[in-house]
Nanobody, 124 residues
Framework: QVQLVESGGGLVQAGDSLRLSCAAS????????MGWFRQAPGKEREFVAG????????RYADSVKGRFTISRDNAKNTLYLQMNSLKPEDTAIYYC?????????????????WGQGTQVTVSS
């Protein structure tokens, strides 16, 4: 089992950057495929980015490709999401999630553990 706690959200202006962090408890963090999802008001939760247990494989939603970077530090049990060139449409609650499988999946139902989320608001 793993517990996830996100941090780093906030209110920024369009074009700014933010770095989200996700601290994980448990000794098996390095064995999980990890992901970031987001959910805007009135919308379904959507995949943002995912990373394999080794960090060698990543996957991004088309809407964030080239602007966001997912990374992980298994020694620190921490997942990151560097968000650059933020847009108002990036406004959402961002969730960290873990999957016991080895494939980076884009459906929320396929993930086993979730954090409580951190709010990101981008003003125009």
């Amino acid at each position: 089992q793993v517990q996830l706690v996100e941090s780093g959200g906030g209110l920024v202006q369009a074009g700014d950057s933010l770095r989200l962090s996700c601290a994980a408890s448990g000794r098996s963090f390095g064995s999980y495929t990890m992901g970031w999802f987001r959910q805007a008001p009135g919308k379904e939760r959507e995949f943002v980015a995912g990373i394999s247990w080794s960090g060698l494989t990543t996957r991004y939603a088309d809407s964030v490709k080239g602007r966001f970077t997912i990374s992980r530090d298994n020694a620190k049990n921490t997942l990151y999401l560097q968000m650059n060139s933020l847009k108002p449409e990036d406004t959402a609650i961002y969730y960290c999630t873990a999957n016991r499988g080895t494939v980076i999946l884009d459906r929320p139902s396929r993930y086993d553990y979730w954090g409580q989320g951190t709010q990101v608001t981008v003003s125009s």
